[in-house]
């Protein structure tokens, strides 16, 4: 059994830090699944520790508690029930802290669980924090956590700034390979936010490690991310969230199986099969919604079984999954519609990929070959992030 490793979080309450020794009023941002190696709450633990300093939360999508299941559904201000501190939501009116909420703090703290990949949006929720405390003058202290899906392997083209929305707003590929420690100084420099970024790293985590090395147990950072093995199929199989597809969501497995009423599991998967599909056994299903798309209608599908996590490319799978769909079922695949993440024009597909590319590929405007060149990452991914690497 590997020993666990250490979090920013961990260290954080282990041994004073300088920053949250010398803070007056410290604000949080943070969601349930920020707990320490006791499953103590980030709030909690850090009050605990810095008695009386901590002053506001602020929550990301999905709510502080993760109670909001679906996309676009926003969560409301409240107060902390136990703690008597304000709780902001950075998915309400407004995704950027508001001047007023940062009245009185002298640091604001990130602990948030990253999934490695682009559209997860909790990484542009803490581009809008960086961006509202440089304006006031306030540090960010980030405390770092695991990339679930390793630290060496990136996939997908890198987004193409026209269409930058909610779900990406800086030159990311699809999976990036980077802990939210090191977007935080990579999205400031980038982005030029001009935010003063400290990072608190982790101790024992190696860039080769996926979550089930860490020695450390789940907690859903998100709903439909309830377990890790969905973390390994999401950077590809969020795709379907710009389709009408079923993304599994109103399942117990969302991301790791998909579909739809008129797929035929099987004839899905012979054709995929010729694809070189590595790292996966796809298996076939049928499933039946509760919420959302084709709620209470069984739907045919695939589900993703990641046998080989180190050959596994999840990007160029559902590539090749959304374009065998499209080929066979050319009359019933579709593509969803805005709005999509606060996007009301661009295709959501469009804004998922970062390109309008994706959608070409799907639809055959572009030949089967450009599969491996929309699957790679831009080809020096690696230099370019390469001074903000912290492991």
């Given at each position: 059994m590997?020993q666990?490793?250490?979090?920013?979080?961990?260290?954080?309450c282990?041994?004073?830090?300088?920053?949250?020794q010398?803070?007056?009023?410290?604000?949080?941002?943070?969601?349930?699944?920020?707990?320490d190696?006791?499953?103590?709450?980030?709030?909690?633990?850090?009050a605990?520790?810095?008695?009386?300093?901590?002053?506001?939360?602020?929550g990301?999508?999905?709510g502080?508690w993760?109670?909001?299941?679906?996309?676009?559904?926003?969560?409301?201000?409240?107060?902390?029930?136990?703690l008597?501190?304000?709780?902001?939501?950075?998915?309400?009116?407004?995704?950027?802290?508001?001047?007023?909420?940062?009245?009185?703090?002298?640091?604001?703290?990130?602990?948030?669980?990253?999934?490695?990949?682009?559209?997860?949006?909790?990484?542009?929720?803490?581009?809008?924090?960086?961006?509202?405390?440089?304006?006031?003058g306030?540090?960010?202290?980030?405390?770092?956590?695991?990339?679930?899906?390793g630290?060496?392997?990136?996939?997908?083209?890198?987004?193409?700034?026209?269409?930058?929305?909610?779900?990406?707003?800086?030159?990311?590929?699809?999976?990036?390979?980077l802990?939210?420690?090191e977007?935080?100084?990579?999205?400031?420099?980038?982005m030029?936010?001009?935010?003063?970024?400290r990072?608190?790293?982790?101790?024992?985590?190696r860039?080769?490690?996926?979550?089930?090395?860490?020695?450390?147990?789940?907690?859903?950072?998100?709903?439909?991310?309830?377990?890790?093995?969905?973390?390994?199929?999401?950077?590809?199989?969020?795709?379907?969230e710009?389709?009408?597809?079923?993304e599994?969501?109103?399942?117990?497995?969302?991301?790791?199986?998909?579909?739809?009423?008129y797929?035929?599991?099987?004839?899905?998967?012979s054709?995929?099969?010729?694809?070189?599909?590595?790292?996966?056994?796809?298996?076939?299903?049928?499933?039946?919604?509760?919420?959302?798309?084709?709620?209470?209608?069984p739907?045919?599908?695939?589900?993703?079984?990641?046998?080989?996590?180190?050959?596994?490319?999840?990007?160029?799978t559902?590539?090749?999954?959304?374009?065998?769909?499209?080929e066979?079922?050319?009359?019933?695949?579709?593509?969803?519609?805005?709005p999509?993440?606060?996007?009301?024009?661009?295709?959501?597909?469009?804004?998922?990929?970062?390109?309008?590319?994706?959608?070409?590929?799907?639809?055959?405007?572009?030949?089967?070959?450009?599969?491996?060149?929309?699957?790679?990452?831009?080809?020096?991914?690696?230099?370019?992030?390469?001074r903000?690497?912290?492991?």
């Amino acid at each position: 059994m590997p020993q666990p490793i250490a979090f920013g979080l961990d260290l954080a309450c282990q041994s004073p830090h300088d920053l949250l020794q010398k803070a007056q009023r410290f604000g949080l941002v943070c969601n349930q699944a920020s707990v320490d190696r006791q499953f103590r709450h980030a709030a909690d633990a850090l009050a605990q520790r810095y008695p009386g300093k901590l002053a506001a939360i602020f929550g990301p999508q999905h709510g502080l508690w993760s109670t909001e299941q679906d996309n676009m559904i926003e969560t409301g201000h409240a107060r902390h029930p136990r703690l008597g501190v304000p709780v902001h939501s950075l998915y309400s009116e407004t995704r950027k802290p508001q001047q007023q909420w940062l009245d009185g703090l002298d640091l604001l703290v990130v602990d948030l669980q990253d999934v490695g990949t682009r559209v997860y949006t909790y990484v542009w929720t803490l581009t809008y924090c960086l961006e509202a405390c440089a304006q006031k003058g306030i540090p960010v202290l980030v405390l770092d956590r695991p990339n679930p899906l390793g630290g060496d392997v990136a996939e997908g083209q890198a987004l193409d700034l026209r269409f930058q929305s909610f779900v990406g707003r800086a030159p990311l590929p699809m999976r990036h390979g980077l802990t939210i420690g090191e977007l935080a100084k990579w999205c400031n420099d980038v982005m030029g936010l001009s935010a003063d970024v400290r990072v608190l790293p982790m101790q024992g985590w190696r860039r080769s490690m996926l979550w089930a090395d860490t020695g450390r147990a789940w907690v859903p950072p998100s709903p439909n991310l309830p377990r890790h093995e969905g973390a390994l199929v999401y950077p590809g199989q969020v795709l379907l969230e710009g389709t009408e597809l079923s993304e599994g969501r109103g399942t117990t497995t969302p991301f790791e199986q998909f579909g739809a009423p008129y797929v035929d599991p099987w004839q899905l998967q012979s054709l995929a099969s010729a694809h070189d599909l590595r790292g996966v056994v796809l298996r076939p299903v049928w499933f039946e919604p509760t919420f959302q798309k084709f709620h209470g209608k069984p739907c045919g599908g695939l589900f993703l079984h990641v046998t080989e996590p180190a050959a596994f490319r999840s990007y160029r799978t559902t590539l090749a999954l959304l374009r065998c769909v499209r080929e066979l079922w050319p009359t019933q695949f579709a593509w969803r519609q805005p709005p999509y993440e606060y996007e009301t024009v661009l295709m959501p597909i469009d804004i998922l990929a970062g390109s309008d590319g994706v959608r070409a590929f799907v639809d055959g405007q572009r030949p089967l070959r450009d599969l491996d060149t929309l699957a790679a990452p831009p080809a020096d991914w690696w230099q370019r992030v390469r001074r903000f690497l912290l492991y």
